[in-house]
């Protein structure tokens, strides 16, 4: 942004100064009238080649700053997107071991379930057996 300020107040100072430079030569100008209007035409000729050459070099920094700053949201959105893709990833290894790690849960479960009903039912047989005795 700097150069940009630098450049402005370059481009205020030239313009300036030209006008300056026009108005003393034409308050001391030992010449006659002919010959201030040619070298007031020569100077304006001057002053427009240089504007010319001014406007161009800011056009062409203008035209590098916007390419480089496409470049570097192009780049940006590239490792963004890197970025986006390795988190998926991951989710999806993390989605994936929690599945896993359920299905696992689910399964001792199951065989834990199924020892506790063994087991409750060897206690109900125990327990039924000697009331069967008991009633015959």
Do not use: N
């Not at 201030?36 to 590098?64: F, N, P, S, Y």
């Not at 199951?110 to 063994?118: N, R, Y």
Request: glycine share 6%.
């Amino acid at each position: 942004m700097s150069d940009r300020d630098e450049f402005g107040a370059f481009l205020v100072g030239f313009i300036v100064g030209g006008l300056t430079g026009a108005i003393a030569a034409l308050l001391f100008a030992p010449q006659s009238g002919e010959e201030t209007r040619t070298l007031l035409k020569e100077r304006g000729i001057e002053l427009k080649d240089q504007a010319a050459q001014t406007a161009e070099q800011a056009v062409a920094r203008a035209e590098a700053a916007a390419e480089e700053a496409k470049a570097r949201a192009d780049e940006l959105a590239k490792e963004l997107k890197d970025r986006t893709q390795v988190v998926v990833d991951r989710s999806k290894e993390v989605v994936d071991t929690a599945k896993v790690k359920g299905k696992e849960v689910v399964e001792t479960a199951k065989v834990k379930s199924q020892e506790v009903i063994e087991t409750a039912k060897k206690k109900t047989k125990k327990t039924a057996a000697p009331e069967a005795d008991a009633e015959a």
